[in-house]
């Protein structure tokens, strides 16, 4: 009986196709309906991804290596920044206006997912780039912790964006 369900679906399915089709569509609309907050992200995140290629050749350089890091905790500050207003336009804050001042308000998380995002940029790009070929297993582990501290970056940012802004 579950397979002939599964094989003819019945009207139950075509009315989930409906719903799924049009909460797809409302979200694109609400989010293109805020396009400055998508466009202030998007130059935030070119920002982040032009601090993050710099960072590289300072970082594996000993004199710059402060430097280097400090890079890329901006570069990670900016990321979740770009995510927080891109995502924004999907919560109950919306309008520019209103959302530029949370990437303030949300200073010392996002600057905690800089941090993760630099320690996860480091492990995913540079450490693992240096271990030697034999050391399959210390790479994959790098490859491993470095996504994961890239994804607490992410998450910081998407729940910044669906937390209600103090007034």
Known sequence: MIRDEFLDPGPKSGLRRKMSTEIRAESLTAAFKQWQNLAVGTV??????????????????????????????????????????????????????????????????????????????????????????????SQALSLIIGGAFFLVAAVIAVAGAFTPRKK
Do not use: R
């Not at 594996?60 to 290596?65: L, M, R, V, Y």
């Open 44 to 137: 935030l995140m070119a920002f982040s991804a032009y601090l993050t290629i710099s960072a590289k050749s300072f970082i594996t350089t000993t004199t710059t290596e402060l430097q280097g890091w400090a890079m890329l905790i901006i570069a990670g500050y900016a990321f979740a920044s770009a995510l927080y207003l891109g995502l924004s336009t999907l919560s109950g804050h919306s309008p520019l206006p209103e959302t530029l001042p949370g990437v303030i308000d949300h200073f010392k998380g996002f600057i905690v997912a800089g941090i993760f995002y630099a320690v996860g940029y480091f492990l995913l790009n540079i450490e693992t780039s240096v271990l030697p070929v034999s050391q399959t297993l």
